[in-house]
């Protein structure tokens, strides 16, 4: 028997890179879709210095039906989908909404359109975020899959939202032949130990862990932290970071869930809340990146960033229990991880 195929839909992005590792070390077939508008070939070399295969890869804009058409019948023996290919960024996504629209919920409806109408049907792991939840009440902390949903911050947190709506209907309407598990994240941080993968932004970083590595590199000045006057115990709002290479790893569980004729547990469409169960502050984390690495990031505190929520981190017991699954990469060796990868791309 062949390798079963898996599609990796933005495969060539930050997460989709480090599952398709994941997924080749568990003896999947990677096929990746990407257009590269937001990462590079660089990322397929990397990939392949970590196998040592180079991956099947079609540069595709999975918002252009007639381009997935075309790679549906080129491979018609595609099992499984994990759809990562979306744009993501909050602030770029409130002043340009109709491209999130346009880009986040047509790829998610041309991809559907071609899973449903196969025969075989298909799995589909949605790459969701928390931001579903936005400020969650203080009794709704930390967060369960329970917690209810509320009017979305962002275009970006709309499309998450709306895309997992359109997928829930059509596996509805599948009736059985589409099964999907909604993967929500909450921070993903942190680089292959290998240092061949990692994130890189593209511009001025808009996220804390990446703007920590360039301060340390010496890119940026100083780390603007957005506010320290939250109501929480250092005056900085917390989140809960997750390491990619855990993160990565959660996706294969949720492949194995859909896949393996023993579970048949799950509903056709399940939610899954992925962190770590600890909410860290901005503050906690320069500290614990300071100490990991030994590296000096000066930082000041300025006004708080407009649309962040306060405090927000997971109750992942669902998908420690239900995937057998935990994320439990110490942060020492997350923030170590992280400064590696800068440091090799920076040529440090
Ligand atoms: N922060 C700073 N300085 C920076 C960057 C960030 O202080 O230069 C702070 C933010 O104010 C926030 C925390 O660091 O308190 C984390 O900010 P990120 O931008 O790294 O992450 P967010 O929690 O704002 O956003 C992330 C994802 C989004 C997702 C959102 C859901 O990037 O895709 O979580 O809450 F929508």
């Known amino acids: 028997m062949g390798k079963r195929q898996v599609l990796v839909t933005g495969g060539a992005g930050y997460i989709g890179a480090h599952t398709a590792v994941e997924l080749h070390a568990a003896g999947y077939e990677v096929i990746i879709a990407d257009n590269f508008s937001n990462s590079s070939p660089g990322v397929l070399e990397g990939i392949e210095r970590i196998t040592g295969v180079k991956p099947v890869f079609h540069r595709i804009d999975c918002a252009d039906r007639s381009q997935m058409v075309t ?13 990562f290919a979306a744009f993501k960024s909050v602030g770029e996504s409130v002043l340009n909404p109709l491209a999130y629209y346009r880009n986040n919920l047509l790829s998610m409806i041309n991809l559907l359109g071609e899973m449903s ?21 203080p009794e709704h902390l930390p967060v369960s899959e329970e917690a209810p949903l509320q009017v979305a911050a962002s275009p970006y947190g709309r499309t998450k939202q709306i895309c997992e709506d359109i997928l829930s209907d059509t596996v509805k309407a599948s009736e059985g032949k589409l099964k999907a598990i909604s993967l929500r994240y909450f921070n993903p941080v942190g680089a292959h130990p290998s240092a061949y993968i990692g994130e890189l932004p593209g511009g001025v970083p808009q996220n804390l862990l990446p703007f920590v ?53 799950g509903e056709n469409m399940e939610y899954f809340n992925l962190g770590t169960g600890k909410g860290l502050s901005v503050m906690e ?32 017991s669902k998908a420690n229990r239900e995937l057998g699954w935990r994320a439990d990469t110490p942060m020492d060796q997350v923030y170590r991880s992280a400064w ?3 440091k ?5």
């Open 285 to 316: 984390v320069v500290k614990g990146f300071v100490a990991a690495t030994g590296v000096d990031v000066p930082y000041k505190i300025t006004g708080r960033r407009a649309g962040d929520v306060e405090q927000v981190w997971a109750d992942p």
């Open 117 to 137: 109408v196969r025969e075989r049907g298909g799995c589909i792991v949605f790459s969701s975020s928390c931001t579903v939840y936005g400020q969650p009440a």
């Open 71 to 83: 790679l549906f019948k080129e491979y018609p023996g595609i099992e499984a989908v994990i759809h």
């Open 213 to 265: 590595t360039q301060t340390a590199a010496g890119l940026r000045e100083c780390l603007n932290i957005f506010g320290s006057d939250y109501n929480t115990p250092d005056g900085t709002c917390i989140r809960d970071y997750i390491y990619v290479c855990d993160l990565a790893k959660a996706h294969i569980k949720a492949l194995e869930r859909m896949t393996s004729v023993a579970s048949g547990t």
């Open 340 to 342: 590696e990868w800068e």
């Open 344 to 348: 090799r791309i920076r040529n440090l």
